[in-house]
Protein backbone atom coordinates (compact mmCIF):
# COMPACT_ATOMS: atom_id res chain seq x y z
CA UNK A 1 0.00 0.00 0.00
CA UNK A 2 1.49 3.45 -1.13
CA UNK A 3 2.42 6.11 1.51
CA UNK A 4 3.66 9.73 2.00
CA UNK A 5 4.47 12.43 3.88
CA UNK A 6 4.15 15.90 3.81
CA UNK A 7 8.23 16.19 2.96
CA UNK A 8 8.56 13.35 0.66
CA UNK A 9 5.52 14.42 -1.80
CA UNK A 10 6.43 15.21 -5.70
CA UNK A 11 4.71 18.23 -6.52
CA UNK A 12 5.02 21.59 -4.59
CA UNK A 13 3.23 24.67 -4.80
CA UNK A 14 4.80 27.69 -3.42
CA UNK A 15 3.03 31.19 -3.14
CA UNK A 16 5.52 33.14 -1.21
CA UNK A 17 3.40 35.00 1.98
CA UNK A 18 0.14 33.14 1.34
CA UNK A 19 0.53 29.18 0.54
CA UNK A 20 2.81 26.30 0.75
CA UNK A 21 1.06 22.93 -1.11
CA UNK A 22 2.39 19.72 -1.07
CA UNK A 23 0.92 17.06 -2.91
CA UNK A 24 0.93 13.61 -4.31
CA UNK A 25 -1.13 11.47 -6.92
CA UNK A 26 -2.54 8.00 -6.03
CA UNK A 27 -3.99 6.81 -8.49
CA UNK A 28 -7.86 8.76 -9.28
CA UNK A 29 -7.04 10.24 -5.73
CA UNK A 30 -4.55 13.40 -4.58
CA UNK A 31 -3.17 13.43 -0.94
CA UNK A 32 -2.55 17.39 0.00
CA UNK A 33 -0.46 18.67 2.60
CA UNK A 34 -1.81 22.72 2.70
CA UNK A 35 0.02 25.45 4.91
CA UNK A 36 -1.72 28.94 4.41
CA UNK A 37 0.34 32.07 5.74
CA UNK A 38 -1.80 34.63 5.31
CA UNK A 39 -5.53 35.88 5.44
CA UNK A 40 -6.77 35.72 1.73
CA UNK A 41 -10.46 35.34 -0.03
CA UNK A 42 -9.24 33.90 -3.53
CA UNK A 43 -12.76 33.52 -4.95
CA UNK A 44 -11.57 35.62 -8.11
CA UNK A 45 -9.18 33.18 -8.55
CA UNK A 46 -12.23 30.65 -9.47
CA UNK A 47 -13.71 32.70 -11.98
CA UNK A 48 -14.05 30.67 -14.88
CA UNK A 49 -15.43 27.63 -13.36
CA UNK A 50 -18.82 26.53 -13.02
CA UNK A 51 -20.69 29.21 -10.87
CA UNK A 52 -17.18 30.34 -10.18
CA UNK A 53 -16.68 27.94 -7.10
CA UNK A 54 -14.71 25.25 -7.43
CA UNK A 55 -16.31 21.82 -8.04
CA UNK A 56 -13.60 19.27 -6.38
CA UNK A 57 -15.22 17.57 -3.53
CA UNK A 58 -12.18 17.29 -0.84
CA UNK A 59 -12.14 14.91 2.56
CA UNK A 60 -9.89 16.12 5.25
CA UNK A 61 -8.42 16.95 8.00
CA UNK A 62 -7.58 20.34 10.03
CA UNK A 63 -4.15 20.19 11.22
CA UNK A 64 -3.64 23.50 13.17
CA UNK A 65 -5.98 27.25 12.81
CA UNK A 66 -9.34 26.44 10.85
CA UNK A 67 -10.79 26.49 7.19
CA UNK A 68 -13.53 28.15 6.38
CA UNK A 69 -15.85 26.72 2.94
CA UNK A 70 -18.50 29.28 1.19
CA UNK A 71 -21.31 27.95 -0.55
CA UNK A 72 -23.70 29.65 -2.54
CA UNK A 73 -26.64 29.69 0.97
CA UNK A 74 -24.05 29.68 3.64
CA UNK A 75 -20.55 28.78 4.78
CA UNK A 76 -19.19 26.36 7.00
CA UNK A 77 -15.84 26.44 9.16
CA UNK A 78 -13.94 23.90 10.40
CA UNK A 79 -11.32 23.84 13.61
CA UNK A 80 -7.87 22.20 14.26
CA UNK A 81 -8.76 17.99 14.88
CA UNK A 82 -11.80 17.90 12.78
CA UNK A 83 -11.97 15.90 9.78
CA UNK A 84 -14.43 17.26 7.03
CA UNK A 85 -15.90 16.68 3.51
CA UNK A 86 -16.48 19.63 1.57
CA UNK A 87 -18.76 19.01 -1.51
CA UNK A 88 -18.36 20.59 -4.97
CA UNK A 89 -19.78 24.08 -5.55
CA UNK A 90 -17.50 25.85 -2.81
CA UNK A 91 -14.87 28.86 -2.71
CA UNK A 92 -12.64 28.27 0.12
CA UNK A 93 -11.39 31.47 2.85
CA UNK A 94 -7.41 30.89 4.27
CA UNK A 95 -6.56 31.85 7.43
CA UNK A 96 -3.10 32.36 8.02
CA UNK A 97 -1.38 30.26 10.35
CA UNK A 98 -4.24 27.21 9.35
CA UNK A 99 -2.91 23.59 7.89
CA UNK A 100 -4.83 20.95 6.99
CA UNK A 101 -4.71 17.63 4.74
CA UNK A 102 -6.73 16.80 2.07
CA UNK A 103 -8.04 14.51 -0.18
CA UNK A 104 -9.49 15.05 -3.65
CA UNK A 105 -10.26 12.79 -7.04
CA UNK A 106 -6.91 14.21 -9.13
CA UNK A 107 -9.14 14.81 -12.26
CA UNK A 108 -11.32 17.64 -10.36
CA UNK A 109 -8.51 18.66 -8.24
CA UNK A 110 -6.54 18.97 -11.65
CA UNK A 111 -8.63 21.09 -13.12
CA UNK A 112 -9.36 23.65 -10.62
CA UNK A 113 -5.56 24.28 -10.54
CA UNK A 114 -5.35 25.25 -13.86
CA UNK A 115 -7.96 27.65 -13.64
CA UNK A 116 -6.30 29.24 -10.27
CA UNK A 117 -2.77 29.35 -11.89
CA UNK A 118 -3.99 30.69 -15.30
CA UNK A 119 -6.18 33.15 -13.01
CA UNK A 120 -3.47 34.14 -10.71
CA UNK A 121 -0.93 35.01 -13.78
CA UNK A 122 -3.59 37.13 -15.40
CA UNK A 123 -3.88 39.04 -12.02
CA UNK A 124 0.02 39.23 -11.84
CA UNK A 125 0.23 40.94 -15.25
CA UNK A 126 -2.70 43.46 -15.23
Known sequence: MPSVSKEDTANREFVEGIIDSRS????????????FMSDLDPAPFFKGLR???CQCPHWGY????????????????YEAGEAYFVP???????????????????????????MLRKNMEASQQG
Do not use: M
Not at 24 to 35: K, M, R
Not at 62 to 77: S, W
Not at 92 to 101: F, K, N, Q, R, V
Open 51 to 53: DDR
Open 88 to 114: PGHVPLLHAGSECIEFSPTTELKETAD
Open 24 to 35: EEFGDQTVSFNA
Open 62 to 77: VVAGRLTYRFADHEET
